[in-house]
């Protein structure tokens, strides 16, 4: 869960994370479960954490769509490794990951 410990998440965001991956019983249904599930990814990574990622929800669900993947907490953990700023421009191949989109 250590992944997940860059991500910040507005409150009123929540419930459209939530819905998303609605599917997947692991993600946490409500706001203060998210916030244990943070807390606890972050006392696993502890200062390794690296710098604070806003969560936008749309762009996840975006992302997922794109790559064919159900929003679900294991998809929401690949996109954090993404979303890191040392992960933004890492090249891939002849490729180059400058967005949320890209290979896995």
């Known amino acids: 869960m250590r992944d997940l410990s860059c991500l910040v998440l507005e409150e009123r965001d929540f419930p459209v994370l939530a819905a998303a991956c609605g599917g997947d019983a692991s993600f946490p249904k409500r706001w203060h479960e ?11 990574a502890g200062a390794d954490s690296g710098p604070a990622v806003a969560l936008d929800p749309h762009d996840f669900i975006a992302w997922c769509n794109q790559l064919d993947v159900l929003p679900c907490l294991a998809a929401l ?5 993404l979303q890191r700023p040392e992960n933004r421009a890492r090249r891939y191949g002849k490729k180059l990951l400058c967005s949320g989109f890209g290979p896995l």
């Open 34 to 44: 998210w916030q244990e599930l943070i807390a606890l990814a972050r006392s696993q």
């Open 77 to 81: 953990r690949a996109y954090a490794i």
